[in-house]
Each structure stands twice: as C-alpha cells, then as structure tokens.
C-alpha cells in the first residue's frame, strides 16, 4: 500500500486506500483530513537528501523556493512543455550532454528577472565548494531555474527575486516541514485567468510525496501560477479557477470552453502564467531516465490543470534521483507516481494559498477539497 506523506510522520488515517500522515500534534479529523487549516508539509523532503528552502519579499508578494541536494547532488532531468517558458541550464539537463548530476533547482517569481535567484543560490554553493569540479579552478555549481509571471500582482513590479533572495532561500533549507501556499515562488501566483486575471483566484506552492513498502519515494513540489482552471483529479471538481460574472463561484473554464462561450482566451498574455515544479526519487536513475521520469510526471499538469501548456504559460518540470535505494526501480513506475505526486502538490498549492491583495483563495470560496481543510 502506497502512502501519501502530507507531513512529518506522527498520526495516520486511512482514506482511499493511502495513509496520510501528519505532523505531531496535528488532529486527524475522523474522515481523514488534517485539523489544522495550514500545516506545514514534508512532501518533497521525504526523499532523503532533498532539502527545501523559501525566501518570501516583504515588498511586494513574490519571491523564490530552492531546492537543494545534499552530497554530490541528484541526477537530473526536464520536461518542458508551456509555450512560454523562462528557463536557466535546461539544455545541460538534455541525456545527450555531457553533466549529469544537479546540485540545486531554483524557482522564483518575476518573470525573466527572477532568473537573478539562480545566482545566489550559486554563490552560495561556492562559498561552500559543492558543484561540478573543474580541477584547478575549483568547483561549478549546477543550478537549473525556472520561472513564473506574477509582476502584475500585488504592488511595485520592480520588487523582484534578486540573487540575495536566492541565496537566502538556500540559506534556509532544511529537510524537516516545508512551509505551503503564499510562499517563495508562490507568493505573488494566482490561477484560472482564462477569463482574464479580474476573474482569477490565488494560487501558491505545494509539496507532496509518495512512499511505496520497497523503500521507494517519489516527492514533487510546485508553484502554481495557471492559466487554465485547478482540478482535483479524485474527484473531478474545480479547486480554483475562473470565477462567475458575480466573482462568488466557480465558473468552469470547461463548461465554457465546450459551450462556445469561451472562443477568445482573455488571461494568457497580459494576465502572467505558468506552473513550475521539482520532482524528486530516491530511485538510482541514468540522465536518459531522469528525463523520462520529467516526461512522464508533466502528466501531473495536465490531470490537475485545465487546460495546461498553453501558449501563455512557462510549464516546466525538473526531476531529481539521489540514486540511495539500491533495489533496482522500474523508471515506468517512478514516472507514473512523479505524475501522481505533481498533481497532489498542485491541488495543495491552491489548497494552502490564502487571499491576498484582492485575489480570493479557494479557502474563501469553500472550494477545497477535504482531505486538504
């Protein structure tokens, strides 16, 4: 039996078939779900070596997450598939080039300026002599980084993710609970802009991890800034997304789309899009792998985000394997539980995120699922 890990192992409940865990002292509701409204969640950091750190601006709502790799690093790979993409080091993560391992992945808000983060986190990594070792000149760190659009939320545009901010994101690492919704690379992200961002609702950062019985985990965290509507693929329903007329409900982007009602999308160019995310295993993977593992967990978007990979959003997927499991995994399985595990962290993402500067949040609305109140 497969378990769900929202949390530090303390309490467990047992709901579809998966155990929740959650952190000491944190009520389990008799139907399963977690007491407390916000509670910080280890997901991704399951995976043994894998720490997470944020760095949130007081300026204006937006900032960075880092994920870090303890040791020699994770081999890597991506899945980039949003037609709008701000990127960093992703053609070094191609199977066909020669570095394989990853030291850290960077995510920020703030556009193509929040690419600066990824600096930090380099520095920060110097300092400490961890990187790619290129002899007598010391060592490279390699810090591949993604971003999202969110410079229209929340104030001054000029605020944004610098290098300090990244270095302070890695400064903060650890791999105990990871802190979720309007935070680091979440703070400023809002979803469900199809009808344009005045009909949009807050998104966020959200962590998730699955553990399997043969020592196999399989951990993603995202940012979640979509265009598209936020679906919860248990159960179908709409988490977050465009709004009606009225702002008070749901307006499903799919209904619209199908009707006719929607034949010129409003929010994919001035609105600011895109979801970015790690996933991470402690399965021992080639590069080739890796990237198939990114492959096959950018299903996540597309179970959990309606419609994804449009010409107005950045989606983009980085994979991590530490290689600590001995035991020989199957890529095919660790990529359908990436896809799994991405989509549960999505679903967080906006589950966690608070309203903010106007936006409201699916906690408002009455939206979220469940297990996740």
């Known amino acids: 039996m497969a378990r769900l890990l929202v949390a530090p192992l303390a309490l467990a409940s047992v709901v579809g078939g998966l155990v929740l865990l959650t952190a000491q002292g944190t009520p389990v509701r008799p139907n399963g779900t977690v007491g407390a409204s916000v509670s910080p969640a280890q997901g991704i950091t399951a995976v043994a070596g894998i720490k997470v750190g944020h760095h949130t601006l007081t300026e204006r709502p937006t900032g960075c997450t880092v994920v870090l790799v303890d040791g020699g690093g994770a081999v890597g790979g991506v899945s980039q598939r949003g037609g709008a993409p701000g990127t960093r080091e992703t053609d070094l993560l191609d199977p066909a080039n020669m570095v394989e391992r990853v030291n850290a992945v960077a995510l920020a808000g703030g556009s193509a300026y929040g690419l600066d983060a990824a600096s930090g986190v380099l520095r920060y990594l110097d300092e400490r002599k961890i990187g790619y070792n290129v002899g007598t000149a010391g060592v490279v760190p390699i810090v591949p980084s993604a971003i999202l659009m969110d410079l229209w939320f929340g104030g001054d545009p000029k605020v944004r993710p610098t290098a300090d901010c990244g270095y302070r994101a890695a400064s903060a690492a650890a791999a105990g609970g990871v802190a979720e919704g309007n935070v680091g690379a979440g703070a400023g992200a809002t979803v469900g802009k199809m009808r344009g961002r005045d009909f949009s609702m807050k998104g966020g950062l959200g962590t998730a991890s699955i553990a399997l019985p043969n020592g196999l985990v399989v951990g993603a965290i995202a940012a979640v800034n979509a265009a598209g509507d936020i679906i919860d693929p248990t159960t179908s329903r709409v988490v977050a997304g465009a709004r009606s007329d009225d702002g008070k409900s749901l307006a499903d982007v799919r209904t619209l789309i199908r009707s006719g009602m929607l034949s010129k999308p409003s929010g994919l160019r001035a609105g600011g899009n895109t979801t970015i995310a790690v996933v991470a295993t402690n399965a021992r993977l080639t590069k080739a792998e ?17 419609p994804s990979h449009t010409v107005g959003d950045g989606d983009t997927v980085f994979s991590l394997a530490t290689g600590q499991l001995a035991t020989p995994i199957d890529v095919n399985i660790v990529g359908a539980l990436a896809a799994e595990t991405l989509a549960e962290a999505i679903v967080r993402a906006v589950s ?12 408002e609305l009455g939206t979220v699922p469940a297990r996740l109140r």
């Not at 996540?300 to 985000?305: D, H, Q």
């Not at 966690?352 to 906690?363: D, F, H, N, Y």
């Open 352 to 363: 966690k995120a608070e309203t903010l500067a106007g936006v409201p949040s699916a906690r």
């Open 290 to 306: 890796a990237s198939r593992m990114a492959i096959m967990a950018d299903d996540g978007f597309a179970r959990a985000i309606n």
